[in-house]
């Protein structure tokens, strides 16, 4: 599990070596091999009922492989459309500019669970102040 600590001391080994690298780059040599979850700011399907519309984020859940320059490459997960089950195996080049949050997927909750209402600032700062 990637926690704030490892990112701090990946980019500190890359100021410390005097390189400049991506996010792409960055989320490689910190994520390589985690499964992560990219949202990339769109829906990808929005459905209309009667009286309400449920929108789906575009979001794409995959195994980091490697970066180069602004491309990230993963292997997605994919739904097999003739046995309609989820595989890895779908090869994804992904331009860095295109994501707008991405977290790993693991027992810390997926970004569906990091999305709050306004009205939760007032719990969450209670929870930093020791509140609660």
Sequence with gaps: MATDKTFIDSIAEVREAGKKITFAELL????????????????????????????????????????YAEC?????????QKTKE???????CLNERAIRTV??????GVLRDTFLSTRDSRV???MVNGSK
């Design 72 to 80: 990230l490459v993963l292997d997605c997960v994919y739904t097999d």
């Design 124 to 126: 969450i700062q209670d």
């Design 103 to 108: 977290t790993e997927v693991d027992a810390s």
């Design 86 to 92: 989820h595989k890895f195996g779908n090869i994804v």
């Design 28 to 67: 490689d040599k910190t994520l390589h091999g985690k499964l992560i979850e990219v949202y990339i700011g769109d829906n990808y399907e929005n459905v209309n009922y009667d009286d309400a519309t449920i929108n789906y984020a575009a979001v794409l859940i995959g195994k980091v492989v490697a970066a």
